[in-house]
Every structure is written in structure tokens, then in C-alpha cells.
């Protein structure tokens, strides 16, 4: 197969589900996923960095874009992940993780997706009692995070926030 066929099998999905480590860590784990770039989107300020972004100025999310095989895991099963991977009932937070920058939102690549994204959204809501409060937008621009973002569950694993949250997070989703 040559690089231009490999690169045709792959799409993207961009997920905001609180603190892009949490997002990464969940998809990094899912066979089929090629690649997870933490990073930002939905907002006004291009190139945003990490304190502009936690600022809650700049209107972006932290998300996660994932480069996946179609033919191995679809969309809607990354779907059907990220509604079990984070809380979609609470308004800009995860856990302790507070502000406009932890919203929960689908950023949608193609009109396919933004269908796809609203069933699953309708689907999902019958596992919650609270309304299900996530957005879905088309992405407009995604701006990838600074590179000590990267893989962060990965390379730092005795980190505190690493043990007492993305550590959970996995064993509760029977990932770790």
C-alpha cells in the first residue's frame, strides 16, 4: 500500500470532553486510532497558547483531534466512547476542571458528521438523567497545543493530576 492509499483510509474527529490529557489518554488506547494531537479549538484568537486558552478569553475548547481507520473503529463507536469517557451534563467543567475551555463539545469535519454526532447525542441522552449540554459545531480551526501537551498521560504517568484522574478515568472505562 503506498502512503497517499494509508492516508486516504484515515478521517478525524475532534472532541472536547474537559482537559484534552483526559480526551488523548481515552483515545490513544482505541484500535484503529493512527494518532491523538491535543489541542484547541472553537475559538476567535489564532495560534492561541495554553494560558491565553485558560484564560477563558479566547473562546477555545481544550480538545483532542484523532486520526482514525474507518475501516477499524467508526466514527460512531468514538462516539459512543466519548459519551461514556466524560460527564456531558455539566456546563463548562469537568470534575475540577472549570471554565469555558472544559466545555463538552463534537467539533464536526463534514455534514455526515455533524448527523452522525446529533443521533448519537439523542442515543446517548437516554443513559443520562440531567441533560446532555454538548455542542456540535463544525470545526472551524484547530490549532495544535504546545508540544509539552503531547502525550501527557504517556509521559508522565507519576504526575498527580495523571494518578488521580486520567488514571480513573481508564480503569473505569477498563483501559488501564
Excluded at 486510532?33 to 476567535?44: E, L, M, Q
Excluded at 495554553?50 to 478569553?57: D, L, P, W
Excluded at 477499524?72 to 459512543?80: G, N
Amino acid at each position: 500500500m503506498t502512503g497517499g492509499d494509508e492516508m486516504k483510509k484515515k478521517e478525524l474527529a475532534t472532541f472536547a470532553g474537559g482537559c484534552f490529557w483526559c480526551v488523548e489518554a481515552v483515545c490513544e488506547r482505541v484500535p484503529g486510532v493512527a494518532s491523538v494531537v491535543s489541542g484547541y479549538a472553537g475559538g476567535h484568537v489564532d495560534n492561541p497558547t495554553y494560558e491565553q486558552v485558560c484564560s477563558g478569553t479566547t473562546g477555545h475548547a481544550e480538545v483532542a483531534q484523532i486520526a482514525f481507520d474507518p475501516e477499524v473503529v467508526s466514527y460512531e463507536d468514538l462516539l459512543r466512547l466519548f459519551w461514556q469517557a466524560h460527564d456531558p451534563t455539566t456546563l463548562n467543567r469537568q470534575g475540577s476542571d472549570v471554565g469555558t475551555q472544559y466545555r463538552s463539545a463534537i467539533f464536526t469535519h463534514s455534514e455526515e458528521q455533524r448527523v452522525a454526532a446529533e443521533r448519537s447525542r439523542a442515543d446517548a441522552q437516554k443513559q443520562f438523567a440531567d441533560p446532555i449540554v454538548t455542542e456540535i459545531l463544525p470545526l472551524g480551526r484547530f490549532f495544535p497545543a504546545e508540544d509539552y501537551h503531547q502525550d501527557y498521560y504517556r509521559n508522565h504517568t507519576a504526575a498527580p493530576y495523571c494518578l488521580f484522574v486520567i488514571r480513573p478515568k481508564l480503569k473505569k472505562l477498563n483501559m488501564d
